[in-house]
């Protein structure tokens, strides 16, 4: 079962799939979660997203037993061409694997895979993977611990 507290915005063009007992929380910002068209976002069995900003318009997918803090963004596409603001962006996937924390205010950018058990610190901008069971901080985020 998909828990909801509050009142999420759902915008959905392309296939959102939760998994079981995931939850969907709006307690301190509005959790937002968009699809475009083609977009898929998958999102793994226990995993909690707190007033998160989700924008698919590829694929973003989203493993088991990951926690989202609010006012996490997380987008996988530039949303439109710098020349033709008509045109469509660059898409890229993103996948989170299982057992990682996001912690408030991150952000996370088109193309990237955050390794397993992984933990991305509050303000950083995830720009490349992020290795396995690693802590990443910064803007743009770097390894500052292994765990």
């Known amino acids: 079962m998909v828990s909801v ?3 999420p915005v759902i915008g959905n063009l392309g296939e959102i799939v939760l998994g079981d007992e ?3 929380w709006s307690t301190i910002v509005q959790a937002k979660l968009y699809t475009g068209k083609n977009g898929k976002l ?11 900003h989700i924008d698919a318009r590829e694929l973003i997918q989203i493993g ?3 926690r989202i803090a609010p006012y996490t963004v997380i987008l996988d596409s530039d949303f439109h061409d710098l020349k033709d603001h008509f045109a469509d962006g660059a ?9 990682v924390w996001l912690a408030t205010r991150c952000t996370i950018l088109k193309g990237v895979r955050i390794g397993k058990g992984a933990v991305v610190a509050t303000g950083a901008v995830v720009t490349k993977d992020v290795p396995p069971r690693s802590v990443v901080a910064g803007v743009p985020a770097k390894v500052i611990k292994t765990l």
């Open 91 to 99: 898409s890229q996937p993103i996948i989170i694997e299982d057992d």
């Open 64 to 66: 088991e037993n990951v």
């Open 42 to 52: 998958i999102v793994g069995k226990n995993s909690r997203l707190n007033g998160v």
């Open 5 to 7: 507290n509050g009142k």
């Open 22 to 24: 995931v939850r969907v």
